[in-house]
């Protein structure tokens, strides 16, 4: 970015924005096309997101896990990784959480310990799980995007198999999840709102880290090397794919950690969707950044008020909520059309 | 059908790969086209069966000006091309392979087509079971069925592109035989190799070409040594020679034997002394890129051992080689050398030893200004190494070889560059051997490799000359091994 010429920037801004033109336009046909007036559905979204205080910590406390998810995957999709796996990874942080606070739920360690012991168990939850798909790659040369979709599904079956299995709820097992922690399992939050200010710490830290990884070491650099030019990385030295298995570890580290906040700090239980798509939705992030990671929180925040945002179209306007994913999937994808168009008219 | 190319252009970037070409092939003739890799002579080949444009001149075949855009268009006007590797489709039958590229209706008429294939196979004596899948056959037996299939398509002129490469002594007979047969009927045939026996025991005239230009038609009886010296042009000025004794630090290689899906390489022993240049000279292909990759560790030889001075390299990963300064420069500069997107700056740091967790990148530039300023890279600290020429690439990846390299590793060091660059770049190549690291090139220039080299290894389909001294081989002598005479 750095060496762009002035003139080029400004070009690149103005397809950028164009893109973002496009998407809502797009949205607004689709809308138009489900019978929604789309003035009134932008307004509802905009006072759904930021008409409250509760509603803006809200956005907050969507933007905790997805900070998470988007810090790991610039990791990996800097080392030339497609790492679909996230969610599976997301999902056995807030097992391994459930697990351990099961556990040790009956002992007479003080709560506080018990909940850190929770948030390292998601982080190994998510490490195991990532490490996995990376052995797989490394190893018994299985596409990380396949290995990654599997575990997946596995993931939700483990879920589901656990819920309805050996964690159901005294009596009968159903789909709002396994028993409720004790309040002094929950991770305190600011009086009267769902924010833990201690969860949004992690994330503003996670991505923090992320960026000066990327930004300022050896780590970070060899990383992109990795990504760019495998085989110039390994002939120049580098040990490709410790580095890779490195990356995977480390966006699992950081998925377990948005599992084990999902569990500590938002649902204080093991429920069916538990990642709740945030994996999914930090790839679009990186994806909507080109894996910049000072882009990455504002444009998260972004998307985490469109979730907030849409939550109360079903009730109000009688449409699905889905519609903020319609924008933001057609934001991602506008936005990399218009740099194919870009690339393909200033190529000379 | 009588071929003339008329001052035939084609540049491919900034390589002049056609300059002016002008060639006549008389009807009933066998035309040879004798160069090295890269001289040109594909190029044209491609330019007359239409699977590339020239940027300017004309073609005409009996006298007509053609245009031919398309290989179809070609083998609608005649042309047929046999190319290096057989473009046909093996999991199908021979038949099918020869209803493929014929113009008919929906329903092919294969029992006709039995027949005329019976018929038109025993005029040559060849015998493919026409109802055979196609990788079944040998690599000559589909060469056959290649020309059978050209020829039932209506080719008069008929180009085959290193057509001996691959078959047994027996189907070279037979494929010359049956091209003898075909020019007494009044084809053309256009023969390209780069073997000088073949051209010399086939053809009615030869044309040699070098780096883009014909440079001289040769009528027989033919004189090797005059073929050679047009093929590879004369040498300039040889550099006065240094003698090298065996140092502690030498690289020795003992009965090595490389192995890989299309060639063996049996029983090298070598010994490079600190200082000393070796080079590898013969055709691409021919091994010497399996050769350079096993000195750098890439490949694990199937024998032997490898040691440099005294410390046993055999089997360790590529890390230990890298470790024993062992250094290794790619051909593909792009591809192998350099990452895509990240600068200068960040190349050198990454080719440094890590020095704490954080980069000290005022360190760290100030490091690349003088590399850039030491090697002459047109190019700031921030440039992209995609933004630079193949030459100050070529020159950034030298930059970033560690200090001290015991041996040094080079794929085609000056491929693709000016003169004056390449002088530039040996320049500093020799001013390491003073310091005593070894090298081991490739380049398929002869110049090069006798003007640098102490010592050559002449490598021939597999095979590994003793090392000659450079001083008493000339490039007659050079050109004869790589054309496989002496072998």
Redesign the interface.
Known sequence: MTMMKTSSRWSGIGFQALAVLLALAFTTVVMLISGADPLQVYQNIITGALGSPTKVADILVAWTPLLLATAGLLLTFTAGLWNIGIEGQITLGAIFTTWALRVLQPTDLPPTLIMAVGFLAGALGGMFWAGLVGLLKIFGNVNEIFGGLGLNFVATALTIWLIFGPWKRPGVGSMSGTEPFPLELWLPTLPGFRLSPLALAMGIIAIAIVYILLRGTYFGLRLKAVGRNGRAAFLMGIPTTRYMLMAFLLCGLMAGLAGATQVLAVYHRLIPSISSGYGFLGMMVAMLVNYQALWAAPVALFFAALNIGSIQLPIVLKLDSSLSGVLQGSLVLFVLLMDGVRRRLTRS | MKVELIHIHKHFGAVHANNDINLTVESGKIQGILGENGAGKSTLMKILSGYIQADSGEIRLDGTPVKISSPSDAIRLGIGMLHQDPLDFPPMRVVDNLLIGQDGGLFPNRREVVRAFNELQSQFGFSIDPYAYVDTLTVGERQQLEILRLLWLGARVLILDEPTTGISASQKEKLFETLRKLAAQGMSVIFVSHKLEDVEFLCDRIAVFRKGELVGEVDPPYVTDELVKLMFGRVISLEEKRRYETCDVSFHLDHVTIEDYRLQIRDINLTVSCGEVIGLAGMEGSGQVQFLRTCAGLIRPVAGEINLGGRRLTGKP??AF?EAGIA?V?ASRM?????????LT?HF???EE?NG???N?DKALATTRQRIEDFNIKGTP???VESLSGGNQQRALLA?LRQPVNLLLLEHPTRGLDIESAIWIWGKLKERCKQGTSIIFTSADLEEILQYSDRILVFYGGKVSPPLDAESTTVEQLGQLIGGKGF
């Not at chain 2, 591809?335 to 600068?343: F, H």
């Open positions: 590529y890390r890298l290794y790619p591809e192998e050398g350099l990452i895509p997107g990240l600068s960040e740091i990454l080719a890590q967790f954080f980069i990148f921030v440039s992209t970033m």
